[in-house]
């Protein structure tokens, strides 16, 4: 590690913490000008880019995904913190799937199980729309497909 004072490339570690935000945080002494300096290590993570249905390429943008999932949410009884929680799972699965690429044909089947699990009339929302029904039979299929997977009532 370079010192920031007078560029000399050797330098002792003094202490090492994890900060608040999870970065590595570390205190050094520079072996040259005997000057004290803090770095921070963070982990480097890039969302994958999506490849879309036509072909184009575009960057992730969480607030999209946000807004979709609010649209096929709204009017239904799903807690803020159970949203977000769905957000980030979607989002740690695109991280550590380690592809630089992903079609966003999976982003939103990824996007149908978090609201299957959330909400099946939300479900029901998105994918039709995602799934571009054209008849009433392909809406009865999925409503049948979630109802398949009800818990009966004691």
């Not at 520079?30 to 490849?51: G, H, N, Q």
């Not at 929680?85 to 380690?98: D, Q, Y």
């Not at 998105?126 to 392909?138: G, I, R």
């Amino acid at each position: 590690m370079k010192c920031p004072f007078c560029q000399h490339d050797d330098s002792q570690v003094l202490d090492t913490r994890v900060s608040e935000d999870g970065a590595i945080r570390r205190r050094r002494r520079c072996a040259s000008c005997d000057k004290r300096f803090t770095t921070y290590e963070r982990i480097e993570l890039t969302m994958p880019i999506l490849v879309k249905k036509n072909g184009s390429r575009t960057e992730f943008v969480s607030a999209k995904l946000r807004s979709s999932l609010m649209l096929a949410l709204r009017k239904r009884p799903v807690p803020a913190d159970a949203i977000d929680k769905a957000l980030a799972a979607i989002e740690e699965t695109l991280l550590t799937s380690g592809r630089r690429e992903v079609e966003t044909g999976f982003v939103g089947e990824l996007v149908m199980q978090e609201l299957k699990r959330l909400d099946k009339i939300a479900y029901i929302r998105f994918a039709s729309v995602y799934k571009n029904f054209e008849d009433l039979a392909e809406f009865q299929d999925a409503i049948a497909e979630v109802g398949q997977e009800r818990k009966p009532r004691p």
